[in-house]
């Protein structure tokens, strides 16, 4: 019997046409070809339903028939890509929703000739599966999407909010037996048992963009390119932290969100059916053409380039199109033998400038300034040019004639200053300061041959103060919040251990870099180090990190500041030099002249065109692998003065 059974919805073409999305039926191939490619033949069963198929009856229909078909033990999957929404719930069970308004499903039909799917319907389905002891996973790629089982750029996944209440006979008569009499149950909690990935929180908003595979559902893209990198062994919440890392390079407004009741969030994503990709990327002739097992699923980028291993003189490959599981490559001045299998590692990666959108009128002046030059970093664009662009900011004009910078879905990055020549001057720094960071905390690799292989840990210093035991358990993976103590005279900031740990059989080069959200960039954590095989090393030495809020940022309830801590990891020493920013609005400074090493590799490479602008060697490098991994730490002063 399959050990998952996956119900697998994605809708681009509604019955209403001004609902049309561009990547939710993209979304559920990519995700359909992770599970095929990941779980073994025989512990998986998919249901797809796509377009005109996802009615809202047939989903219904298909949750309990083939999702509970799971049973005891089994892993339920529900994939839901599409419209999320909101909507007032018949007038006889007004009470089953405190918040007015409940959030919604679009299916197909909905507001055609059938209402939304509502969470308190989703809630009663979700209480029929656990109930036969299988686990539940939903992972929901919409907006309103967090309690959805109980912007500008792209097409958000917000369809307007319904305006008329279903009559009570639409809705699913369960919900309205168990809304019914003084006993009725809770329904809209999480249920036990249930595991919900969500694109975003419930008043944020769900983005698609466009990448070389297509358009996708940024949180789906993702969520599979988190599977692709973690191994088998990653959990619920590992594989979320690794996949909002990558929303929020581009989206700092949409979290995405986990919940789960209990330990279940640290249990192995779907109980650990997903099989170990290959250690290594191989390039092979098919097709009569060459190609590498690497795609969009993986977050391979047309123009990255592959160098050979073993093979003198050093040779590469430059990625020309990428598919969803692998990539056709063109050899750069040489011939492979078609009959030979050749292993291959990234040697270098493209880093597109950062896109930057501003009214007509400032984006004409803003390109003026930067006319007598040519920025590495950032490039003007109308806003249907950056639909496509990875990395993307905003140049807004305030009322009273200023400009900021923003997000790309509208968070203030800066104060404002005049629209003036010297104000746009200021603009045009803040943006490529800010695109420098940006880019540095966006390096990945996509190859598998290094990841997970350093793991960051974060250990709670003992009541007693003392230096905890290299084995001690590490608070769990995921976004990690430490709170400021009131010591009865002042705020005292929270300090923990910070260690890596090589899980490998081969030392390796590790930089531990530290972006704040002052846009500050150094490696004065950990500026480069190997790490013996097996070993650990605790990166303040034995003494504790501290984490606090940044200079100038009142220490007041509510206060927070973040920090994301950035682990490069190399089978090669590298410099740590490359990767040094002041904070924003700071002078320059020069870089702790630490390892102070020649361009010797990838790493060397990318540090030295993300921050600086400096044109790096035109040479082939011997091939190493790398990889890169991030932990988000957010301090916060509590608001809740009790804590005093």
């Known amino acids: 019997m399959p050990r998952v059974h996956a119900l697998l919805v994605g809708i681009d073409t509604y019955a209403r046409p001004e609902l049309a999305l561009r990547g939710c039926v993209n979304d559920v191939r990519l995700a359909e070809r992770t599970l095929t490619d990941r779980i073994p033949r025989g512990e998986l069963s998919i249901c797809t339903l796509l377009d005109q198929e996802a009615t809202r009856g047939e989903i219904i229909r298909c949750f309990r028939e083939h999702l509970g078909g799971a049973g005891p033990g089994g892993t339920a999957l529900f994939w839901f890509s599409g419209h999320g929404s909101t909507g007032p719930l018949p007038p006889e069970i007004w009470y089953a929703e405190s918040a007015g308004a409940c959030q919604t499903t679009v299916c197909h039909d909905s507001r055609d000739t059938a209402p939304d799917l509502y969470d308190k319907e989703l809630a009663v389905l979700v209480r029929e599966i656990v109930a036969t002891g299988a686990r539940l996973v939903s992972v929901k790629d919409s907006c309103h999407a967090r309690h959805g089982m109980r912007a500008p750029g792209m097409t958000p996944r917000l369809a307007p909010p319904a305006r008329n209440p279903p009559r009570l006979?639409?809705?699913?008569?369960?919900?309205?037996?168990?809304?019914?009499?003084?006993?009725?149950?809770?329904?809209?909690?999480?249920?036990?048992?249930?595991?919900?990935?969500?694109?975003?929180?419930?008043?944020?908003?769900?983005?698609?963009?466009?990448?070389?595979?297509?358009?996708?559902?940024?949180?789906?893209?993702?969520?599979?390119?988190?599977?692709a990198r973690l191994g088998p062994d990653a959990t619920y919440r590992s594989v979320l932290a690794d996949a909002r890392c990558r929303v929020e390079s581009r989206y700092r407004r949409q979290i995405p969100a986990l919940e789960a009741v209990g330990s279940i969030a640290d249990e192995r994503f779907l109980d650990g059916t997903l099989r170990p990709r290959a250690a290594t990327v191989t390039l092979r002739w098919l097709r009569g053409r060459w190609e590498v097992d690497l795609g969009a699923v993986h977050g391979l980028a047309s123009g990255t380039r592959l160098g050979v291993p073993g093979v003198l003189p050093a040779r590469e490959v430059r990625v020309v199109d990428v598919q969803v599981d692998r990539s056709t490559v063109e050899p750069v001045g040489w011939d492979p033998d078609p009959q030979q299998l050749y292993d291959v590692a990234v040697?270098?990666?493209?880093?597109?400038?950062?896109?930057?959108?501003?009214?007509?009128?400032?984006?004409?002046?803003?390109?003026?300034?930067?006319?007598?030059?040519?920025?590495?970093?950032?490039?003007?664009?109308?806003?249907?040019?950056?639909?496509?662009?990875?990395?993307l900011l905003r140049v807004r004009e305030r009322s009273d004639g200023g400009i900021l910078i923003t997000s790309a879905d509208g968070e203030e990055l800066t104060s404002s200053c005049p629209s003036d020549a010297d104000g746009l001057r200021h603009t045009i720094a803040g943006l490529e300061h800010i695109a420098r960071w940006m880019q540095v905390r966006a390096l990945?690799?996509?190859?598998?041959?290094?990841?997970?292989?350093?793991?960051?840990?974060?250990?709670?210093?003992?009541?007693?103060?003392?230096?905890?035991?290299?084995?001690?358990?590490?608070?769990?993976?995921?976004?990690?919040?430490?709170?400021?103590?009131?010591?009865?005279?002042?705020?005292?900031?929270?300090?923990?251990?910070?260690?890596?740990?090589?899980?490998?059989?081969?030392?390796?080069?590790?930089?531990?870099?530290?972006?704040?959200?002052?846009?500050?960039?150094?490696?004065?954590?950990?500026?480069?180090?190997?790490?013996?095989?097996?070993?650990?090393?605790?990166?303040?030495?034995?003494?504790?990190?501290?984490?606090?809020?940044?200079?100038?940022?009142?220490?007041?309830?509510?206060?927070?500041?973040?920090?994301?801590?950035?682990?490069?990891?190399?089978?090669?020493?590298?410099?740590?030099?490359?990767?040094?920013?002041?904070?924003?609005?700071?002078?320059?400074?020069?870089?702790?002249?630490?390892?102070?090493?020649?361009?010797?590799?990838?790493?060397?490479?990318?540090?030295?065109?993300?921050?600086?602008?400096?044109a790096e060697t035109t040479a082939v490098l011997a091939p190493h692998d790398w990889a890169t991994s991030v932990v988000e730490v957010t301090t916060r002063v509590p608001d809740d003065w009790t804590t005093r």
């Open 169 to 227: 006979v639409e809705l699913l008569p369960e919900l309205v037996r168990d809304t019914a009499g003084p006993d009725r149950p809770a329904l809209g909690r999480q249920e036990p048992g249930h595991v919900a990935l969500s694109a975003c929180d419930e008043w944020e908003v769900a983005h698609e963009t466009r990448t070389d595979d297509g358009v996708h559902g940024i949180f789906s893209l993702a969520l599979t390119q988190a599977l």
């Open 347 to 391: 040697t270098d990666v493209p880093l597109p400038p950062v896109a930057v959108t501003a009214t007509p009128e400032i984006a004409t002046r803003l390109a003026a300034v930067l006319e007598a030059r040519t920025s590495p970093h950032i490039r003007i664009t109308t806003p249907r040019e950056a639909d496509a662009a990875p990395l």
């Open 444 to 614: 990945h690799n996509p190859s598998p041959a290094l990841a997970d292989a350093v793991r960051l840990e974060i250990v709670p210093v003992p009541a007693d103060g003392s230096v905890p035991p290299p084995d001690v358990a590490p608070l769990p993976a995921g976004t990690i919040e430490l709170d400021y103590m009131w010591s009865g005279a002042d705020w005292v900031a929270p300090t923990v251990h910070v260690r890596l740990r090589n899980t490998t059989d081969e030392r390796l080069y590790c930089v531990l870099l530290d972006l704040t959200d002052r846009f500050r960039l150094h490696a004065e954590l950990f500026p480069g180090q190997y790490v013996a095989a097996g070993g650990v090393a605790d990166v303040g030495g034995g003494a504790p990190v501290r984490f606090g809020l940044p200079p100038k940022r009142d220490l007041e309830p509510g206060a927070f500041g973040t920090d994301w801590l950035l682990l490069l990891v190399s089978q090669r020493q590298f410099s740590s030099e490359p990767f040094f920013l002041p904070r924003l609005g700071e002078p320059p400074q020069a870089a702790p002249a630490r390892h102070r090493g020649g361009l010797s590799g990838v790493l060397d490479r990318l540090g030295f065109r993300a921050v600086h602008r400096d």
